[in-house]
């Protein structure tokens, strides 16, 4: 079975750029979250997709962040302009839908997007 | 919102000796305690998890407690080897539903777990 896979694996763009991050989660899974991760810091909440639907989006810094997962199945998080803080990897994760005690709850991370903004 | 605080930020402890990381969560409606493993450049990885109706699991030599009257929960790594060297995340999900599995997790800040010969 595929994992999560995420796309590009690195980028550097300029500040003002504009830069978008793919996510394709496993197959069948409902959930897809974004987190970021600066550097020496914990891995912080973005936002949280259920099918084509925000769950949750308190942890999008700003408007300059987009995130969308158009038909329910991969997602985009864009980021436009980039500002230099915007630097640290970008990791999605998926899991199944809940359906009892022991489903839903396994989060499954991808390799990580590393954004570099110069 | 829910917070996650983790314990030490940097561990070093000689190979064959045991580690232990600690975390604390604010939300007592959290119901399900997952730890990460995250090797350098590496994706992060479920090593075990706890849901809230347990208060102790054992993998091999790895163990997870949890006291939910305190809010605290705790990593034990027995017999470390160097392989175990890692960066770790605890986590918490929050309150809701049991069975739904759309509340969001949130992340300890890390422990940087290193492994002396």
């Known amino acids: 079975e595929a994992g999560v896979t995420q796309f590009p694996s690195h980028s550097v763009i300029e500040k003002g750029q504009t830069v978008t991050l793919r996510c394709d989660p496993i197959s069948g899974h409902d959930n897809l979250y974004w987190y970021r991760r600066v550097m020496g810091k914990e891995i912080k909440f973005l936002l949280h997709f259920v099918k084509e639907s925000k769950q949750d989006e308190s942890g999008m810094p700003n408007n300059r962040f987009l995130a969308e997962r158009t038909g329910g199945t991969y997602s985009t998080l864009k980021v436009q302009p980039a500002e230099l803080e915007d630097s640290g990897v970008y990791f999605c994760?998926?899991?199944?839908?809940?359906?009892?005690?022991?489903?839903?709850?396994?989060?499954?991370f991808g390799e990580g997007s590393w954004l570099t903004v110069v | 919102g829910e917070n996650v605080e983790q314990h030490p930020s940097t561990l070093s402890v000689q190979e064959g000796d045991s580690a232990v990381i600690k975390c604390t969560y604010s939300?007592?409606?959290?119901?399900?305690f997952p730890w990460y493993k995250q090797e350098l450049g590496k994706r992060p990885q479920l090593i075990i998890d706890i849901r809230s109706n347990v208060g102790e699991k054992k993998d091999q030599r790895i163990a997870v407690t949890l006291n939910k009257t305190a809010k605290h929960f705790s990593l034990h790594i027995t017999e470390t080897q160097p392989e175990d060297s890692a960066v770790y995340f605890c986590a918490a999900r929050g309150g809701g539903s049991f069975y739904s599995s759309a509340s969001k997790i949130i992340f300890g800040s890390g422990t940087r777990l290193s492994i002396r010969p």
């Open positions: 939300d007592s409606a959290s119901n399900y």
């Open positions: 994760a998926s899991s199944q839908a809940g359906t009892g005690i022991y489903s839903g709850n396994t989060i499954y």
